[in-house]
């Protein structure tokens, strides 16, 4: 079964702190993985994309890893800012169908507090 | 900034009603989603189409019914709202593939509540 487990499952910080977020998967066959920041009461918004060829994507303050091997990836949030506070999804798309699937984790719920 | 939009942001109904999520983009995009995603909770996909005329149900069983006479608009129709229905409601596209990689663009969604 297809699945993107993510931990944990919420997260406070100070700001300025760094912080590590994990995803795990199972899907297959693999064609990407990416990460989402979610505000409250908002559709996601992308943050990084990566192919399996890929090991590392930055984005400003934010860095993703993947280890296609292991099936896990991890996103790297450097000098944590207020504006951060949000949940981080991490979706997974497969290359065994037309459509493409996207499978989503649960997302972590990260929060910054001054 | 995606192109893609959503009305309304948030709706209260009364139990019964009929009701109409719109979805619009800008972007050409043939394929076109809409999940479901509670507080807290994953997204899980309620419908889909491939483009014009194409509609499917996705894995999680939904009331609701779509429409995609246009490329650009994916309305979504509940024909009778019950409390059960309240929720957040994504609309998504996605760009064709690029060398496997999937492109998908999120609205702001619409926040659901029934009465």
């Known amino acids: 079964k297809n699945q993107v487990e993510q931990s944990p499952q919420s997260l406070i910080i100070l700001e300025g702190k760094n912080c590590t977020l994990q995803?795990?998967?199972?899907?297959?066959?693999?064609?990407?993985l990416r990460w989402y920041k979610q505000d409250t009461g908002r559709g996601p918004v992308s943050l990084t994309i990566?192919?399996?060829?890929?090991n590392t994507k930055s984005n400003g303050r934010y860095t993703a890893t993947l280890d296609a091997d292991t099936k896990q990836s991890s996103l790297h949030i450097t000098a944590s800012q207020l504006s951060d506070s949000a949940s981080y999804i991490c979706?997974?798309?497969?290359?065994?169908?037309?459509?493409?699937?996207?499978?989503f984790g649960r997302g972590t719920q990260l929060t910054v507090w001054p | 900034e995606a192109d893609i939009y959503q009305t309304p942001r948030y709706l209260v109904i009364g139990t019964g009603k009929k009701i109409t999520l719109e979805c619009s983009q800008t972007?050409?995009?043939?394929?076109m989603y809409w999940y479901q995603q509670d507080p807290g909770m994953e997204l899980h996909l309620i419908h889909y189409?491939?483009?014009?005329?194409?509609?499917e149900k996705g894995d999680l069983s939904s009331e609701s019914t779509v429409s995609r006479i246009r490329t650009e608009h994916f309305p979504l129709t509940l024909e009778s709202a019950r409390p059960s229905h309240t929720s957040q409601y994504l609309c998504?596209?996605?760009?064709?593939?690029?060398?496997?990689?999937?492109?998908?663009?999120f609205g702001q969604g619409t926040r659901l509540t029934v009465v």
């Open positions: 979706v997974v798309s497969d290359r065994g169908s037309t459509l493409g699937r996207l499978y």
């Open positions: 189409s491939y483009g014009v005329n194409s509609t």
């Open positions: 995803c795990n998967y199972t899907v297959s066959p693999f064609s990407n």
């Open positions: 972007m050409g995009h043939d394929k």
């Open positions: 990566m192919t399996f060829s890929e």
């Open positions: 998504a596209s996605s760009a064709p593939p690029d060398r496997g990689n999937v492109e998908a663009f």
